[in-house]
């Protein structure tokens, strides 16, 4: 954000010529002028990027990747994690971003309803729920059933922040399912002892052996943090519907190019790095 | 000269403008109502009230002794006990946090033996006394010792003279004495510890009624409702005005009779 902002500052003083190769008018509002074509504009070499923080690996390494595809034209990614409740919380306050990327519907709908976005957000891949436990399991936890005995200590986020949403809704499967009982949900909510800011929180809550277990997504369980960690796998009939959705914010300082990568994160090359970090992709 | 002028508005106006606009914002919401009446909102003004407080009270018992040492006795490792509670004042809190997980995590130095023993810090409001008190005991330390150091050894004496015993002569000479700096530095020390933030979400977690503090729960709020987020920051800012004010008040009104009163009666 502040190098964009920044480049924008330091080409007023020093005049037209210094700044865009095209050598037409900068200009500082980024809506598409009407009769003028949008290639007209130049655009910022940056795409910022607000994802959520279960994309950190992958997206990270896109922004390796991306800029060195053709199609990028030298385009660079600056990115910024976070809950993706925080992230549309940003958005409203204003911050620059070009594209905003979701854990779940329900905040991107909430982005869309705000007006905060652009065309049609899209779902990208998907992704299901573990439970991870600290690889001492001093709770001596192993089965899901577990969860729900008295004093273990698990580790949440609030029901807004997606990885709670797909918890909660998990939870209340278990609840309705014979196997667990009515009242399950309500005895492991009983245990929960923090509410983690997002989903890389509780995994380093977990990680750090301070907590005895968390729901996470499974593409959490990086080979970073496999030797500190053990999982228990939830069964499919139990599982939320977990998807990441992505779209140009109304905002973007560049709408033009902003597309170029999420028709790259739906590419066969963003795909691959995806499934390489755990996401199920839609291939 | 106009120069000067206009930098110095700049830290004015940087200071200032952050205030009036969270005011604003806050009371624009029309959130005060709503927060008001929030659990969230309740629940961690309280814990943070008791835990601030808590703290302070272990700064005092604990923090006095040590600063009388610091500021009178000459002892091995002095030097090294004086730099020491300068560390916490200039420690990022994020460093603060992981150093305290380091030592009290269920896998930390300390933290892993209590653990074997059934006890976990973690996760507990004794997790958040421990963190506020880590980041907010040296600043109520540094001051008492400052204002230790400035009392008049003679006046000490003199009471000794007199008769009065160790604890009587630091009770009625020397602590009225260093009043000024004893309240100044309890101030901000409490102050410290009710604004804790970083340590407390690395160490304690941040769980309503348990271990969210006003700050935590100002997070927490940003991410659901951000008028309680604003009317909760707005009433930190008020709490900390009030108590400059009130120290200001205080320490310009104190007369040190307990001493006139004591050593000549």
New interface residues.
């Given amino acids: 954000m502040k190098i964009v902002r920044r480049t924008a500052l330091m080409c007023m003083p020093l005049g037209i010529a210094a700044c865009g190769t095209g050598g037409s008018t900068p200009t500082v509002d980024v809506r598409p002028v009407i009769g003028a074509s949008p290639a007209a504009t130049p655009e910022p070499k940056e795409l910022v990027v607000l994802a959520a923080s279960s994309l950190t690996d992958a997206f990270n390494e896109m922004a390796d990747d991306f800029p060195r595809r053709p199609e990028a034209a030298g385009l660079r990614l600056i990115l910024s994690f976070g ?1 993706s ?2 992230l549309r ?1 940003q958005l ?2 204003g911050a620059p971003a070009d594209i905003y990327e979701s854990a779940d519907d329900a905040q991107m709908q909430l982005a869309v309803r705000a007006g905060l976005m652009q065309g049609t957000p899209t779902v990208f891949a998907r992704n299901r729920l573990v439970v991870v436990l600290p690889k001492e399991n ?1 709770a001596g936890l192993t089965t899901l059933s577990d969860l729900g005995k008295p004093g273990i ?1 698990l ?1 949440a986020t ?1 029901r ?2 997606p990885v709670g949403n797909y918890t909660y809704q998990t939870l209340a499967k278990m609840a309705a399912d014979p196997q667990y009982g009515a009242g399950f949900d309500q005895k492991v909510l009983a245990n ?6 997002n989903v890389r929180q509780i995994v380093t ?1 977990v990680q ?4 005895d277990a968390g729901f996470v997504y499974a593409s959490e369980i990086s080979p970073r943090i496999t030797p500190d960690v053990k999982t228990i796998e939830i069964p499919e009939r139990l599982q939320a519907a977990a998807e990441h959705v992505i779209g140009v914010t109304r905002t973007a300082r560049a709408p033009v190019t902003a597309p170029r990568f999420i028709d790259y994160v739906h590419s066969p090359a963003g795909q691959t790095i995806l499934k390489r970090h755990g996401f199920i992709t839609l291939a | 000269m106009s120069a000067a002028v206009f930098a110095a508005m700049l830290v004015v106006l940087l200071l200032a403008v952050p205030l009036v606009a969270l005011t604003w914002r806050a009371l624009e919401s029309g959130a005060l109502g709503r927060a008001a009446r929030s659990a969230l909102a309740v629940q961690a003004l309280q814990l943070s009230l008791l835990t601030s407080l808590a703290s302070l009270a272990l700064a005092l018992i604990c923090g006095t002794p040590l600063a009388y040492g610091l500021a009178r006795l000459r002892f091995p490792g002095r030097g090294l006990v004086e730099a020491l509670i300068e560390v916490p004042v200039v420690l990022p809190p994020a460093v603060a946090g992981i150093a305290l ?1 380091m030592a009290f ?3 930390g130095l300390v933290g892993a033996p209590l ?1 074997d023993w059934g006890i ?1 810090l ?2 507990t409001p004794w997790a958040v006394v421990l963190a506020q008190c880590f980041v907010a005991v040296p600043f109520y330390v540094r001051a008492a010792r400052t204002g230790f150091a400035g009392v008049d050894r003679d006046l000490e004496g003199a009471a000794r003279v007199d008769g009065a015993s160790a604890l009587a002569v630091f009770w009625h000479v020397t602590a009225p004495l260093a009043f000024p700096s004893l309240l100044a530095g309890s101030v901000l020390c409490w102050a410290r510890a009710l604004g804790e933030f970083g340590a407390t ?1 690395m160490f ?5 009624g ?3 503090t006003m700050p935590l729960a100002i ?2 709020a ?3 409702d ?1 008028g309680v987020s604003l009317a909760l920051s707005m009433l930190l800012v008020i709490i900390s005005v009030a108590t400059l004010v009130l120290v200001r008040v205080v320490v310009q009104r104190w007369e040190p009779q307990a001493v006139t009163n004591d050593t000549r009666s």
């Fill in positions: 809950a409740t925080q919380i409203e306050q001093r200590k580790v609030v807004d922040v929960v002892v923090s509410e983690e800011a809550k750090l052996g301070e907590a | 997980l995590g269920r896998r653990a976990s973690a996760f979400i304690a977690g941040s769980f309503r348990r271990t969210q997070y927490a940003l991410e659901t951000l």
